[in-house]
């Protein structure tokens, strides 16, 4: 698992590396008077990129990556937390201009706590709504930032 | 130089008169209270109360805004600390130890040391602005891209202190933010780089974005994933609320250490915090005597990396009142705002400010040091309330800090998929944290990449693609052989047989 992982990971930094490699191809060559142009640096970082994803695959493939600094320890993952807080993340981004600003962060709030195993929907809903209130006013009364709605027009 | 006493006297004879000093108090309060505010750093801060200013005479406003920028520096420390979502790139070395500490019951000491060391920091850069203003103004003049870029490299190279335990995933995470830092309009031709055609990537990914994301979200997700209930360890359990004597002792030489780094580097024209807070914070980290509790070593976070960084950046922000009184150049985006507000009241900053405006530049440099003295005032007893808002259960705590870290992305530009991309950033954050990839470097390189190219294009097109360029130029030539003794010394050290922490 942890080695699938590792050379995963080595994987995508190597993949990194070509996408910024062509992209630096593709590039304006015209460097003026200074010599180099906008595709120097990207260049530079792709060849940073392809050496450390390299020497990653390495490590990933020849025993795996060295130097923890706990160890390598094996951790169960509790799927279900994290896709409560996904949830509220995204939902409350998707639900952000439709349903106004504080339901919105409420909904992120209530899904965030219950990811963390809070059992009191109500209580969380009263606290975030009291949480929010205050720094949506103060955001957009005090300091004119432009949030959405506090509630949809239909309210 | 009694001249300077005698007019710095007749400065504080402004500050002192009580509407002055109200003032400088509602500055530095509500620089306080909004930059405490996830997201938002000290030059929007400042930016959101200039028109707050406009009915006050030109003297209280300015002195208002000098507590607004104080103040909203201190802010953006606390949340650092408290709930790890840096809202300026200048206090995320802040964030790297301070938060650290707060979760293993130390907040406490964490926020005092902050609060004194921009306190020291903040009065010896004040007092450094009144002897030497002219003087640093003229060598800081001194500096163009060659020196910059040169600066640079010194800065990515002593880097190597925040890669963690192993030096290969430090420099995996260094690229990574490299590469980020790519995205976005190139700053010299203005040609689009890997937008893939999204609009919203035109302008760059901000730093806060990826900040908030790695740091904030990136534990969330990681917390709920491996330890929704929270550990029966000693983390999160509240300890002093005081510092130590010990922690005294630790941080009394960081703060002037970051002090020292901090405000030459503020009062060179484009400066900015982010160089000072990162080499403050790898001078802590390697004159250190208890190496392993810094965060990065998987230790409980050491004081004086929250104590180095913090002074320094304090000291910035007093540094980068240099240039922007003499010469009227802003090393900042906060001090750009601060121009705006002088030319509000007519008054341009530049050479002939402290002849024409005499009296206000004093009273506003003396109240500088009032400013100083009330925010620490005004601070330190919060602290107490501060770190107890840690106690506060895990799955509310971390709904309320997740809530913040969502009105601080979106407020930035009102866009859904800043969000969405804050997720994504934060899911990368927690794969890294899983496989011990420190996190700090990619906002490092995401910071520095861009600079340095820009430093590094500017300076070639003016030595017409000559690279000797950089060791031909007294000051550039002193900063590169700086960079190889960096590099080197360590080598040497170690070839005697002198072990260093880092090594792979």
Same mark, same amino acid.
């Given at each position: 698992?942890?080695?699938?992982?590792?050379?995963?990971?080595?994987?995508?930094?190597?993949?990194?590396?070509?996408?910024?490699?062509?992209?630096?191809?593709?590039?304006?060559?015209?460097?003026?008077?200074?010599?180099?142009?906008?595709?120097?640096?990207?260049?530079?970082?792709?060849?940073?990129?392809?050496?450390?994803?390299?020497?990653?695959?390495?490590?990933?493939?020849?025993?795996?990556?060295?130097?923890?600094?706990?160890?390598?320890?094996?951790?169960?993952?509790?799927?279900?937390?994290?896709?409560?807080?996904?949830?509220?993340?995204?939902?409350?981004?998707?639900?952000?201009?439709?349903?106004?600003?504080?339901?919105?962060?409420?909904?992120?709030?209530?899904?965030?706590?219950?990811?963390?195993?809070?059992?009191?929907?109500?209580?969380?809903?009263?606290?975030?709504?009291?949480?929010?209130?205050?720094?949506?006013?103060?955001?957009?009364?005090?300091?004119?930032?432009?949030?959405?709605?506090?509630?949809?027009?239909?309210? | 130089?009694?001249?300077?006493?005698?007019?710095?006297?007749?400065?504080?004879?402004?500050?002192?008169?009580?509407?002055?000093?109200?003032?400088?108090?509602?500055?530095?309060?509500?620089?306080?209270?909004?930059?405490?505010?996830?997201?938002?750093?000290?030059?929007?801060?400042?930016?959101?109360?200039?028109?707050?200013?406009?009915?006050?005479?030109?003297?209280?406003?300015?002195?208002?805004?000098?507590?607004?920028?104080?103040?909203?520096?201190?802010?953006?420390?606390?949340?650092?600390?408290?709930?790890?979502?840096?809202?300026?790139?200048?206090?995320?070395?802040?964030?790297?130890?301070?938060?650290?500490?707060?979760?293993?019951?130390?907040?406490?000491?964490?926020?005092?040391?902050?609060?004194?060391?921009?306190?020291?920091?903040?009065?010896?850069?004040?007092?450094?602005?009144?002897?030497?203003?002219?003087?640093?103004?003229?060598?800081?003049?001194?500096?163009?891209?060659?020196?910059?870029?040169?600066?640079?490299?010194?800065?990515?190279?002593?880097?190597?202190?925040?890669?963690?335990?192993?030096?290969?995933?430090?420099?995996?995470?260094?690229?990574?933010?490299?590469?980020?830092?790519?995205?976005?309009?190139?700053?010299?031709?203005?040609?689009?780089?890997?937008?893939?055609?999204?609009?919203?990537?035109?302008?760059?990914?901000?730093?806060?974005?990826?900040?908030?994301?790695?740091?904030?979200?990136?534990?969330?997700?990681?917390?709920?994933?491996?330890?929704?209930?929270?550990?029966?360890?000693?983390?999160?359990?509240?300890?002093?609320?005081?510092?130590?004597?010990?922690?005294?002792?630790?941080?009394?030489?960081?703060?002037?250490?970051?002090?020292?780094?901090?405000?030459?580097?503020?009062?060179?024209?484009?400066?900015?915090?982010?160089?000072?807070?990162?080499?403050?914070?790898?001078?802590?980290?390697?004159?250190?005597?208890?190496?392993?509790?810094?965060?990065?070593?998987?230790?409980?976070?050491?004081?004086?990396?929250?104590?180095?960084?913090?002074?320094?950046?304090?000291?910035? %922000? %007093?540094?980068?009142?240099?240039?922007?009184?003499?010469?009227?150049?802003?090393?900042?985006?906060?001090?750009?705002?601060?121009?705006?507000?002088?030319?509000?009241?007519?008054?341009?900053?530049?050479?002939?400010?402290?002849?024409?405006?005499?009296?206000?530049?004093?009273?506003?440099?003396?109240?500088?040091?009032?400013?100083?003295?009330?925010?620490?005032?005004?601070?330190?007893?919060?602290?107490?309330?501060?770190?107890?808002?840690?106690?506060?259960?895990?799955?509310?705590?971390?709904?309320?800090?997740?809530?913040?870290?969502?009105?601080?992305?979106?407020?930035?530009?009102?866009?859904?998929?800043?969000?969405?991309?804050?997720?994504?950033?934060?899911?990368?954050?927690?794969?890294?944290?899983?496989?011990?990839?420190?996190?700090?470097?990619?906002?490092?390189?995401?910071?520095?990449?861009?600079?340095?190219?820009?430093?590094?294009?500017?300076?070639?097109?003016?030595?017409?693609?000559?690279?000797?360029?950089?060791?031909?130029?007294?000051?550039?030539?002193?900063?590169?052989?700086?960079?190889?003794?960096?590099?080197?010394?360590?080598?040497?050290?170690?070839?005697?047989?002198?072990?260093?922490?880092?090594?792979?």
């Amino acid at each position: 698992m942890q080695k699938n992982w590792q050379v995963g990971i080595a994987a995508f930094i190597l993949m990194l590396s070509a996408v910024f490699g062509v992209g630096a191809t593709q590039l304006p060559a015209d460097t003026g008077y200074a010599g180099i142009g906008s595709a120097f640096m990207p260049a530079v970082v792709a060849l940073f990129l392809l050496l450390v994803g390299a020497l990653l695959m390495w490590q990933a493939c020849t025993g795996g990556f060295r130097n923890f600094t706990d160890g390598v320890v094996d951790l169960v993952a509790d799927h279900r937390g994290a896709l409560w807080v996904t949830a509220g993340i995204l939902v409350s981004a998707a639900l952000m201009t439709k349903l106004g600003f504080v339901v919105a962060a409420t909904t992120l709030f209530v899904c965030v706590a219950r990811g963390f195993g809070s059992k009191t929907w109500l209580r969380d809903a009263i606290t975030g709504a009291v949480l929010v209130l205050p720094v949506f006013w103060l955001f957009t009364l005090v300091l004119d930032v432009n949030l959405p709605h506090l509630f949809n027009d239909w309210f | 130089m009694m001249e300077t006493w005698t007019l710095l006297l007749g400065g504080f004879g402004t500050a002192l008169q009580p509407m002055n000093l109200m003032w400088a108090f509602i500055g530095c309060l509500l620089g306080t209270a909004i930059g405490v505010l996830p997201g938002i750093g000290p030059a929007l801060t400042v930016a959101m109360l200039l028109p707050v200013t406009a009915k006050v005479d030109p003297a209280g406003a300015l002195i208002m805004l000098c507590g607004v920028y104080y103040g909203a520096a201190y802010g953006g420390s606390t949340t650092s600390i408290l709930m790890n979502t840096p809202g300026e790139s200048s206090s995320i070395m802040t964030a790297l130890e301070g938060n650290t500490m707060a979760k293993y019951g130390r907040a406490g000491p964490a926020l005092a040391t902050s609060a004194i060391g921009s306190f020291i920091a903040g009065t010896i850069g004040v007092v450094l602005l009144t002897l030497f203003a002219p003087l640093v103004a003229d060598l800081a003049l001194k500096f163009g891209p060659a020196e910059f870029f040169s600066l640079m490299v010194l800065a990515f190279v002593t880097v190597s202190s925040v890669l963690g335990a192993s030096m290969l995933r430090g420099m995996v995470s260094l690229a990574l933010g490299l590469a980020i830092g790519l995205v976005g309009m190139d700053s010299i031709a203005g040609i689009p780089r890997y937008t893939a055609g999204v609009p919203e990537l035109i302008d760059g990914i901000e730093f806060v974005l990826v900040a908030v994301g790695l740091f904030a979200v990136g534990e969330a997700l990681y917390s709920v994933l491996y330890d929704p209930k929270g550990d029966a360890t000693e983390r999160n359990k509240m300890s002093s609320i005081w510092m130590t004597k010990d922690d005294w002792k630790r941080s009394w030489p960081a703060w002037l250490r970051g002090t020292a780094i901090g405000f030459p580097f503020g009062s060179i024209p484009a400066g900015g915090a982010e160089i000072p807070t990162f080499l403050s914070y790898s001078t802590e980290r390697k004159l250190s005597k208890f190496p392993k509790e810094f965060s990065g070593e998987g230790g409980k976070g050491a004081i004086e990396g929250v104590a180095g960084p913090e002074a320094a950046n304090n000291a910035t %922000a %007093a540094g980068a009142l240099v240039p922007l009184l003499t010469l009227g150049i802003p090393t900042s985006a906060t001090a750009a705002i601060l121009i705006a507000a002088f030319q509000n009241y007519n008054i341009q900053p530049g050479p002939l400010l402290f002849q024409t405006s005499g009296p206000l530049v004093w009273g506003l440099i003396a109240s500088l040091y009032v400013g100083n003295v009330m925010l620490l005032v005004l601070n330190l007893p919060l602290v107490g309330m501060w770190a107890r808002l840690l106690t506060i259960p895990k799955p509310q705590l971390y709904a309320g800090i997740l809530v913040f870290a969502s009105i601080g992305v979106y407020g930035m530009r009102q866009s859904a998929f800043d969000l969405v991309l804050m997720y994504v950033i934060g899911v990368i954050g927690v794969i890294m944290r899983r496989f011990d990839f420190p996190v700090a470097p990619v906002i490092v390189g995401m910071i520095l990449g861009p600079m340095a190219e820009k430093q590094l294009r500017n300076a070639l097109a003016i030595a017409q693609g000559d690279w000797l360029i950089f060791f031909k130029q007294p000051i550039a030539c002193t900063f590169m052989v700086i960079t190889i003794a960096v590099m080197f010394v360590p080598i040497i050290l170690r070839k005697r047989g002198v072990r260093l922490a880092e090594d792979d």
